[in-house]
């Protein structure tokens, strides 16, 4: 996979995010080519899906180096994408966004708003004989469970920003146990009895048991292959990413583009 040349200011908004942006990153970046260079000409057309796709560029906070985000790092690929489909709610980040794919992809779909209201405009512009690449790496518990139940009406593998220690583990008890309509409830969808299963789990089985209950819900959905990587910072667990496809082959891709982690040390078994 070809190295990207590293971004520079170009004066439009920047926002700062710690080391662990880096680290989802670069098992995307690795996933799209893989993607993108496996797919191409088997299908109609290849879509990449981002709602809550940022400003495009990051600063590293420890490092202040400057990083490509996940719409650029789509924009970018060898093997291009047909189409990018790409959402961002907050104002500021959504007009650096829109001025920075727009100079590489102007063909690019971009809207502002939350991705969760808005994703029937992007189902409706996605070509039902494509397949699609789903990034959905939401700011802790806000994407919803409806919003993947309408992913699912297309054919995509996605990969989920699951925030269990980041959001999920710390704020249940004090935030989600008492309200019937929380961001938890919102994510896990409907039927999942996650008040009963986590007051019952030893607290060193939570983040496993909170996952699979998770995937379980995605599993309704039609999606059977799954894959996981855990980001830490320190040693300490922070969230998991979540791959999700109806491939048993995108799956050995996923397999072959993160059996090494960022650091360049072998994958341990999760």
């Given at each position: 996979m070809p190295e990207l040349a590293q971004?520079?200011?170009d004066g439009l908004y920047i926002p700062t995010v710690g080391k662990w942006s880096s680290d989802k990153h670069y098992y995307l970046s690795r996933y799209m080519d893989a993607f993108t260079t496996s797919m191409r000409g088997k299908w109609a057309g290849l879509n990449y899906i981002d709602l809550f796709a940022g400003a495009g560029i990051e600063r590293i906070e420890e490092s202040e180096v400057l990083e490509w985000g996940s719409p650029l790092l789509a924009a970018r690929t060898r093997f291009p994408f047909s189409r990018l489909h790409l959402c961002e709610k907050s104002r500021v980040r959504y007009k650096a966004l829109a001025a920075r794919?727009?100079?590489?992809?102007p063909n690019a779909q971009i809207l502002r708003g939350d991705g969760n209201e808005r994703i029937d405009e992007i189902v409706r512009e996605v070509p039902k004989d494509s397949l699609s690449l789903a990034f959905l790496d939401p700011f802790g518990l806000h994407l919803e469970f409806e919003t993947l139940r309408k992913l699912s009406?297309?054919?995509?593998?996605m990969i989920i920003f699951f925030p269990d220690h980041l959001d999920a583990l710390?704020?249940?008890e004090k935030y989600y146990l008492q309200d019937p309509n929380s961001n938890l409830d919102r994510c896990l969808g409907e039927g999942a009895d996650w008040?009963?299963?986590l007051d019952t789990t030893?607290?060193?089985r939570l983040a496993e048991v909170l996952r699979n209950l998770y995937v379980d819900q995605i599993r309704s959905l039609g999606y059977?292959?799954?894959?996981?990587q855990r980001i830490t910072m320190k040693g300490h667990p922070l969230y998991t990413l979540i791959f999700c496809s109806r491939s048993d082959f995108a799956a050995k891709l996923w397999r072959s583009i993160s059996i090494k982690e960022s650091d360049n040390q072998r994958r341990l078994p999760f």
């Open positions: 971004p520079t200011d794919v727009s100079q590489v992809r009406d297309i054919r995509a593998d710390r704020n249940w008040r009963s299963i030893p607290q060193d059977f292959e799954f894959e996981y």
